[in-house]
């Protein structure tokens, strides 16, 4: 099982990316899905999370209003759509998956990792 994280970059402030996470080896169609974000010397920190069928979502107090999370169960992908970026924003963003549909913010309730995504703002 991997999950594929792409769409990073180097973005001004003010700007936008879209994320997106591609699973692959089974279907995640039915599994909550998460992201996360970890700057150096910093804990990874829950940004946005979705539950099995894009019913509900949640977002870290940082990005709300900003972040977008959403998913496509038939291409079994998950996005991140980030706007008005700011240069806090910058980190390496990791997609994650649980086997559960139920969305839980905490790193310890995902079960599986992507290889992570850099995105760096500049001020």
């Known amino acids: 099982v991997q999950l594929q994280a792409s769409g990073g970059g180097l973005v001004q402030a003010g700007d936008s990316l879209r994320l997106s996470c591609a699973p692959s080896?089974?279907?995640?169609?039915?599994?909550?899905m998460g992201w996360f974000r970890q700057a150096p010397g910093k804990e990874r920190e829950f940004v946005a999370g979705?539950?099995?069928?894009?019913?509900?979502?949640h977002y870290g107090d940082s990005v709300k209003g900003r972040f977008t999370i959403s998913r496509d169960n038939a291409k079994n992908m998950v996005y991140l759509q980030m706007n008005s970026l700011k240069s806090e924003d910058t980190a390496a963003y990791y997609c994650?998956?649980?086997?559960?549909?139920?969305?839980?913010?905490?790193?310890?309730?995902?079960?599986?990792w992507g290889q992570g995504t850099q995105v760096t703002v500049s001020s």
């Open positions: 080896g089974r279907t995640f169609s039915t599994s909550a």
């Open positions: 994650a998956a649980r086997n559960s549909a139920i969305m839980v913010v905490s790193t310890r309730g995902y079960d599986y």
């Open positions: 979705i539950s099995g069928n894009g019913r509900m979502t």
